[in-house]
């Protein structure tokens, strides 16, 4: 017998996600800083959709959007990101967000779905003014502290003036409310080449990496890069650069086997060409989804830093300043997405952990909560050069509405 149940339409969603990269466009992709006025543009263009899905809905005091339906039933939550990196890709975050407005308006509209699509796009998962603010809000870990504390990673503007200018000053944020959802639902490029090279179409998330940030800071003595013999220097940015080396030459023999380590900022100062740094600093990031794996590599970390102080000339010091837990994603839904998959994408799917972070592990600290990749052309990301064919975000929408519906009728 046919199956006759309403599926995606996959017209209309590429026409919404360029409508999205119109708002920003940089190139081939779109430059979309959290609270930018593209920013802006894109959460008013959601909420103007909002009704076409029976959904109702507006922006929060931190800046994310969470709609309700009214519908009878139980509600799955689903949603992503609007906003980008700098001069990066157009997906990164849409994506997830169309895919969820698509859902909701397949499924909310058909009476034989018990129950609903709810849509969210949480603020700032790019991290211009922290970790996951948008999402963490909601699932309680941000305090009006952290909110007063926030700046612009790349202008210095305070959260609290930019959601001024926005007009959410004062505005209550939303929280979860216990029970309402069965899960969560969070549809991403992949960001890596995986899925390409495998001729696949859907990747079924497992479990998503924490994410350990680090400051280290090298300590020595500014002076004149001219008249300061070499055996007398203390130069900071000469220490950095062999602590990094060390790194590289170290970490292999205590990571896991899907550890990554990436050191994103290195600043000199003061940054002149005739003068002896005599202090740097280096952003350095650690990735695994275990926990031990972190705890070992930071372990290394801080005795690298004693014996480098030891050595001398500089002194060195490690200041955590992030901390992501890893996630695991809930097993029924990872079987949803697989049924979803044979079904409507000849099983081309495969199970993956993501070694990026997104919404979704902080959703799972309060419900269950699962993960859907598509391809990424070349597997680039965070880049404006950033793509996944048409067939394949075609193919992943009509995957994820139909593991939305397996997930509110409790199929897998």
């Known amino acids: ?25 940089y190139k081939t992709g779109v430059h979309k800083p959290t609270f930018s006025e593209p920013h ?30 009214a519908k009878p039933g139980p509600k799955l939550l689903a949603g992503s990101h609007l906003e980008s990196q700098n001069y990066a890709g157009w997906l990164d975050g849409p994506l997830g967000v169309v895919y969820a407005l698509e859902a909701a308006r397949v499924l909310n509209s058909d009476p034989s779905v018990k129950g609903a699509v709810e849509v969210a796009a949480w603020c700032d998962e790019e991290g211009h003014f ?11 870990q941000v305090s009006e502290t952290e909110i007063d504390a926030a700046r612009d990673r790349t202008n210095g503007r305070t959260m609290r003036d930019a959601l001024a ?16 959802h069965v899960g969560y639902l969070e549809a991403h490029i992949e960001q890596g080449d995986t899925l390409e090279s495998g001729r696949l179409a859907i990747g079924v998330v497992t479990s998503i990496v924490g994410i350990w940030q680090y400051r280290i800071t090298f300590t020595g003595e500014q002076n ?14 000469l220490a950095l650069a062999k602590f990094c080396v060390a790194i590289d030459e170290r970490f292999p023999a205590a ?7 990436t050191t994103g900022r290195i600043t000199l ?16 990031q650690i990735r695994d989804d275990d926990p031990s794996v972190i705890a070992r590599l930071e372990q290394l970390l801080k005795t690298m830093a004693d014996e480098a102080i030891a050595k001398g000339p500089c002194i060195v010091s490690v200041e955590k300043i992030r901390t992501g837990a890893p996630a695991r994603m809930d097993p029924g839904i990872q079987d949803a997405i697989e049924a979803a998959s044979k079904a409507l994408a000849g099983g081309r799917s495969l199970r993956m952990p993501s070694g990026a972070g997104h919404d979704a592990q902080m959703l799972a600290t309060v419900m269950p909560a699962g993960m859907l990749f598509v391809p990424s052309i070349g597997g680039i990301s965070h880049h404006w050069t950033e793509n996944t064919a048409d067939a394949d975000i075609v193919t992943g929408a009509q995957v994820f509405v139909d593991a939305c519906r397996r997930i509110l009728a409790g199929l897998r």
Request: hydrophobic content about 35%; overall charge positive.
């Open 165 to 180: 200018d926005m007009g959410l000053a004062g505005r209550p944020r939303m929280t979860a409310e216990p029970g309402r």
């Open 130 to 140: 922290g970790s996951f603010l948008g999402s963490r809000s909601y699932v309680g």
């Open 255 to 261: 990571c896991g086997p899907r550890t990554v380590w």
């Open 269 to 284: 100062d003061p940054g002149a060409p005739s003068i002896i740094p005599g202090c740097a600093e280096m952003l350095f």
């Open 40 to 69: 802006k543009q894109s959460l008013d263009w959601l909420l103007r959709k909002l009704p076409e899905a029976g959904l109702t809905g507006g922006i929060d005091g931190i800046g994310n959007i969470i709609s309700t339906s």
């Open 1 to 25: 017998m046919p199956d006759t149940k309403p599926r995606a339409d996959g017209q209309r969603i590429l026409a919404d996600l360029n409508a999205l990269r119109a708002f920003g466009a």
């Open 224 to 237: 004149h890069a001219g008249t300061t013999r070499m055996a007398v220097r203390k130069d900071a940015g």
